[in-house]
């Protein structure tokens, strides 16, 4: 990671990194980020970002520690086939099956105890985020076939928002420090700080896979850092 003098730049820029990281963890498992979990590639960022942003010696021995404790060694193909299992049983399954709903709509829904099924693509919560992303100008063509509230998505805009922060801090340019401020804490306030740290424990309380125990609580260390409850 390059270093940077700023500390608000750094802290934007590790953020940023942190969710593009989690983002990546969240989808469906590929190839890439069961070999990034082997290698320790996804480790060293994870840390290297988590020290940029100020976590603490405690927090840091808890990740380092969470990582000794993930399962696959140096094996990333039974690492992977475990974790599309793992995915799918979690967050894929259909209807009642779901044991975590991975949308912010639907999330939200159950959470609040409403009774029925919940709505995708068209909730309050949905459209809103949309909303907010158009707002940003980050919606794509991609995000027309499937819901734009997952904790996947919601991580990459999270992430484009503080790399956004970081490029006006880097350029100096007072006016969009306070366009993308703005828009992190509209964001955050509405959206993200409701259910993501909520979604994170569920994963580690729901999880029998360590890989993903350990990713969800590595997470929700990361969280209190980008969220500023840790500050």
């Known amino acids: ?11 934007a820029i590790a953020s940023s990194d942190l969710c593009a990281l989690l983002a990546a963890a969240f989808r469906f498992p590929d190839e890439t980020l069961a070999d990034a979990l082997c290698s320790g590639t996804f480790e ?5 970002s988590l020290e940029e942003v100020g976590a603490s010696d405690d927090d840091l021995t808890l990740v380092k520690q969470s990582f000794s404790d993930l ?11 475990a974790m599309r299992k793992e995915h799918t049983r979690l967050y894929d399954m259909p209807g009642v099956f779901t044991k975590i709903q991975i949308y912010e709509g639907p999330f939200r829904f159950v959470a609040n105890g ?8 068209l909730s309050p919560v949905t459209i809103d985020v949309k909303k907010q992303m158009i707002a940003a100008g980050v919606i794509s063509k991609k995000y027309r076939s499937e819901p734009v509230d997952s904790i996947f998505v ?5 992430k ?12 100096d340019d007072k006016a969009a420090q306070v366009e993308w401020l703005g828009h992190i804490k509209s964001f955050r306030e509405n959206h993200f700080a409701i259910w993501a740290p909520s ?10 896979l ?3 125990i350990q990713i969800a609580l590595i997470a929700r260390i990361a969280l209190g850092y980008i969220l500023g409850e840790n500050d």
């Open 160 to 171: 484009y928002l503080y790399a956004q922060l970081g490029k006006s801090l880097l350029e």
């Open 44 to 48: 060293l960022d994870a840390i290297a």
């Open 71 to 81: 399962s696959g060694g140096n094996d990333p193909t039974a690492l992977l086939d």
């Open 199 to 208: 979604f994170m424990e569920a994963t580690a309380k729901e999880s029998t």
């Open 114 to 121: 409403h009774v029925g099924k919940p709505t995708l693509f």
């Open 210 to 212: 360590a890989a993903y």
């Open 1 to 11: 990671m390059q270093q940077y003098e700023n500390v608000q730049l750094r802290k």
């Open 154 to 158: 919601e991580l990459e805009f999270m």
